[in-house]
């Protein structure tokens, strides 16, 4: 079956410090990844997508993500991390001919960016 | 851009009422639009989705006459939960893909902020 992971369900981090927010997929062929950010009783955010080309993929607020073909990886990361930067964050996968527009989910990561 | 509205943002209702969910993209055409329930600290589940002027495709195990979906235009789509009852309680976000983006084909989907129901 066709699976997101999000290993780690919250993710501390002090800020000034670098974050990352894992995500590993398991689909067939290459795919889609987007990564959305969510703030408490809100939609989700675009953050960034990975589509082709060049694997690192930088996105709104500083974060970027790097698509690792070997590891099936995208994951999300920032070289600095604010205070609210603190967020849920979600990691998704359209796999590519799926031949439908649906995203895969992962589970999510809780980001807490400690002052 | 990509604006996606919902309306109204939360709403609270009796047991037995129906309520209906706008969702609008306020900045482009949405070829193809979805309706998520996400419940509390949970990943968004997707209910259906509704393809402008088209009978929307549920998702295994939602209830097509419970939860009414139409997408009258290409920017308005609408989620009706009938007869609502307190397991219908929850957070529905609806998202918007639009058919193309700066003259690409695209696969992006922008999210609403959401719409909080509350079944008394």
């Known amino acids: 079956a066709q699976s997101v992971a999000q290993p780690e369900d919250q993710v501390n981090v002090a800020e000034g410090n670098p974050l990352t927010v894992k995500c590993t997929y398991s689909v067939s062929g290459n795919p889609y990844l987007f990564w959305y950010v969510q703030y408490p009783n809100r939609g989700l955010q675009f953050l960034l997508k990975y589509i082709t080309g060049d694997n690192l993929v930088k996105g709104s607020y500083g974060f970027e993500a790097e698509f690792n073909k070997s590891q099936t990886s995208f994951h999300l990361k920032k070289p600095s991390a604010l205070v609210s930067d603190s967020a849920l964050y979600f990691c998704?996968?359209?796999?590519?001919?799926?031949?439908?527009?649906?995203?895969?989910f992962g589970t999510g990561t809780r980001l807490k960016v400690l002052a | 851009g990509a604006v996606v509205s919902q309306h109204p943002s939360r709403v609270i209702c009796k047991s037995g009422t129906s309520v209906k969910i706008e969702c609008r993209s306020l900045?482009?055409?949405?070829?193809?639009m979805f309706w998520y329930r996400q419940f509390p600290k949970q990943s968004l589940m997707l209910m259906a989705t509704?393809?402008?002027?088209?009978?929307?495709?549920?998702e295994q195990g939602v209830e097509k006459d419970k939860f009414l979906i139409n997408h009258a235009s290409l920017t308005l789509s609408t989620l009706t939960v009938t007869s609502a009852h307190p397991e219908d309680s929850s957070f529905y976000i609806c998202?918007?893909?639009?058919?193309?983006?700066?003259?690409?084909?695209?696969?992006?989907?922008?999210f609403g902020p959401g719409t909080r129901l509350t079944v008394l």
């Open positions: 998704a996968v359209i796999p590519k001919g799926s031949g439908t527009y649906k995203y895969i």
């Open positions: 509704s393809n402008e002027g088209s009978k929307a495709t549920y």
């Open positions: 998202s918007a893909r639009a058919g193309l983006e700066g003259g690409r084909r695209t696969d992006t989907q922008y």
């Open positions: 900045d482009f055409q949405a070829t193809t």
